[in-house]
């Protein structure tokens, strides 16, 4: 099946710190990933939509400055949390897709970040 | 504009127990996916499910069932003989189909299942 591998599964670090989070598909080739931010016990939502070679769309309210997201290759995508502050600690998860409508997104394994 | 609902925030039964998790969708769309997905204690998220909006058939897998219903907007998620690897959250989610797909899934709230041995 679909593997999507995310990098690393857990980050802890000081305040001001950037922290860059890896989004691998192994074994597909990904015309889109998608970020997603989900705080506990609550739902996944919605970051940013990233298209390979293209600049990522983001969602009201996140702010792009903040969230870098980076789609170089068709199995590479990447999110920088830059200047991070505790406010910022949350659960990171990426998704993979082909692009195809007959296929479902392959979720990676998350990414926990905590910020001190 | 597009929305799952998944009405049971938790739900608590035990092992052997049958256990249905609702979900109800809203969309204007005549093509459309509908999914289920499993997120263990460990994070990560499982794929379930896609049934797309023209298949209405019921589906099976083990202990697993889906009862779509397009009369009712639902798609219903049944564990049949619940075991305790079972215990998860499961998200109900939605995407937009036809040439206009963007791949971007609306997720319900999400149902904490419980099952105790």
């Known amino acids: 099946g679909a593997v999507v591998s995310q990098h690393p599964s857990w980050v802890i670090c000081k305040s001001g710190t950037s922290v860059k989070i890896e989004c691998r598909s192994l074994?597909?080739?990904?015309?889109?990933m998608f970020w997603y931010r989900q705080f506990p016990k609550q739902s996944l939502m919605l970051m940013a939509t990233s298209n390979e070679g293209s600049k990522a769309t983001y969602e009201q309210g996140v702010e792009k400055d903040k969230f870098l997201i980076n789609h170089a290759s068709l199995t590479l995508s990447t999110l920088t949390v830059t200047s991070a502050h505790p406010e910022d600690s949350s659960f990171y998860i990426c998704?993979?897709?082909?692009?195809?409508?007959?296929?479902?997104?392959?979720f990676g394994d998350g990414t926990r970040l905590s910020i001190l | 504009a597009q929305k799952v609902t998944q009405a049971q925030t938790e739900i608590s039964v035990v092992e052997k127990e049958d256990v249905t998790l609702d979900c109800v969708y809203e969309t204007r769309d005549t093509t459309y996916y509908l999914f289920w997905y499993k997120q263990p204690p460990s994070g990560e998220l499982v794929f379930l499910i896609r049934r797309n909006s023209f298949d209405e058939q019921n589906e099976i897998s083990g202990r697993y069932s889906w009862n779509f219903q397009k009369s009712t907007s639902s798609f219903n998620f049944t564990i049949t003989a619940s075991q305790v690897v079972d215990s998860a959250v499961y998200f109900c989610?939605?995407?937009?189909?036809?040439?206009?797909?963007?791949?971007?899934?609306?997720f319900g709230q999400g149902t904490t299942l419980q099952v105790k041995p």
């Open positions: 998704s993979a897709w082909t692009g195809y409508s007959n296929q479902p997104q392959h």
């Open positions: 074994d597909f080739q990904a015309t889109t």
């Open positions: 989610a939605l995407s937009e189909g036809g040439s206009s797909n963007t791949g971007k899934l609306i």
